[in-house]
């Protein structure tokens, strides 16, 4: 199993979610170099390309300068996802066919973040009694 590489953040956000008198109301901070930094690690190359057709290799070359760049959009409010795009995939029974939307990658790293940010908030607070 990876360590994964920025654990702090996750960590704080985990433990303050558990505090019944803590508020959450601005969880953009975690939005960041780091974070997206690690949704980069955390993606496998070989996924499917989204609508711009840029893979993780292509958008490593200039990691830095892209994962900057993303963060400034993100942060002054000019960051829009792109359109997925659309794929047919066959169901289980092989008969009939089901879509999928496939995010570009920038989308899937913010995809990413936002997601962890969203599971360290509410997993402590599930009780393992709800499904």
């Known amino acids: 199993m990876q360590k994964e590489l920025f654990?702090?953040?996750?960590?704080?956000?985990?433990?303050a979610a558990q505090k019944?008198?803590?508020?959450?109301?601005?969880l953009l901070c975690h939005i960041n170099y780091d974070?997206?930094?690690?949704?980069?690690?955390k993606m496998k190359p070989n996924k499917a390309?989204?609508?711009?057709?840029?893979?993780?290799?292509?958008?490593?070359?200039?990691?830095?300068?892209?994962?900057m760049e993303l963060v400034r959009r993100i942060h002054i409010g000019s960051y829009k996802?792109?359109?997925?795009r659309e794929k047919l995939i066959p169901k289980a029974d092989g008969k009939?066919?089901?879509?999928?939307?496939?995010s570009c990658f920038e989308d899937k790293?913010?995809?990413?973040v936002v997601g962890k940010i969203l599971e360290c908030v509410y997993e402590p607070i599930f009780k393992s009694s709800l499904y």
């Open 7 to 15: 654990p702090d953040c996750w960590l704080r956000i985990g433990f």
């Open 20 to 26: 019944e008198d803590i508020v959450f109301n601005n």
């Open 35 to 41: 974070t997206l930094s690690e949704a980069f690690e």
């Open 49 to 67: 390309k989204g609508i711009d057709g840029v893979s993780k290799k292509e958008y490593g070359k200039n990691l830095k300068e892209n994962l």
């Open 81 to 84: 996802p792109q359109n997925k």
């Open 96 to 102: 009939k066919m089901r879509p999928i939307a496939i």
């Open 109 to 112: 790293l913010v995809e990413w």
